[in-house]
């Protein structure tokens, strides 16, 4: 593959990551610091890393039984996280409310990380056929979504702190929306 070819995979197979960084930004309650960017960034570049290794490690093999459920995954992932943040931007902010933003808890992070890196296994896999260097394209979508994770939520933390709960609530909304995506065109395919 040629540099550019692997840039405009790498822009493609982050855009997921940036835009569910943009919503758990804009809806963090707490104030967003630098390390919280970091983190996110971190957090979803290695798991954008690992599953087009997984995928491409799979093979030919498995690819028909992932392609059978991983739409339905990432849906569930991504529509469990956003409804988790719709609902509780409507609960107020009174003192001690539960945190929103994905960003807030680990498990939630990593969940929405998943959610938004499934169709890069199937990526992986269709990269095993074309013998593509693995690792240099790995490293390509990995520091792209750092970089793009990263900004999204400092990013998103601008718009929350002018919105408010009205950024919460479409932070999740656009959750929803990219597991609804992801379902409709492996649906359509």
């Known amino acids: 593959m ?3 070819s692997i840039a405009v995979l790498a822009v493609g197979m982050s855009i997921d990551s940036l835009l569910a960084s943009v919503g758990g930004g804009a809806s963090l309650r707490r104030q967003c610091r630098f390390c919280d960017a970091i983190l996110v960034g971190a957090v979803f570049a290695i798991v954008q890393m690992i599953t087009p290794l997984l995928g491409w490690a799979a093979g030919a093999a498995a690819s028909s039984y992932v392609a059978s459920f991983d739409h339905w995954l990432a849906f569930g992932l991504l529509t469990l996280v956003g409804g988790r943040m719709v609902l509780l931007a409507f609960r107020g902010e009174e003192e001690g409310a539960p945190e929103t933003s994905f960003i807030g808890t680990p498990v939630t992070l990593v969940m929405t990380a998943i959610g938004t890196s499934i169709d890069a296994m199937a990526v992986g896999v269709s ?3 074309v013998k593509a260097n693995i690792i240099v394209i790995v490293a390509a979508i990995g520091a792209t979504t750092f970089l ?13 702190n002018r919105f408010g709960r009205s950024a919460e609530v479409v932070g999740g909304l656009v959750l929803i929306g990219l597991g609804c995506l992801i379902l409709r065109e492996h649906l359509l395919a």
């Open 2 to 4: 040629s540099p550019i």
């Open 127 to 129: 990269l095993a056929f």
């Open 148 to 160: 793009m994770s990263a900004g999204g939520v400092m990013m998103g933390r601008l718009i929350g």
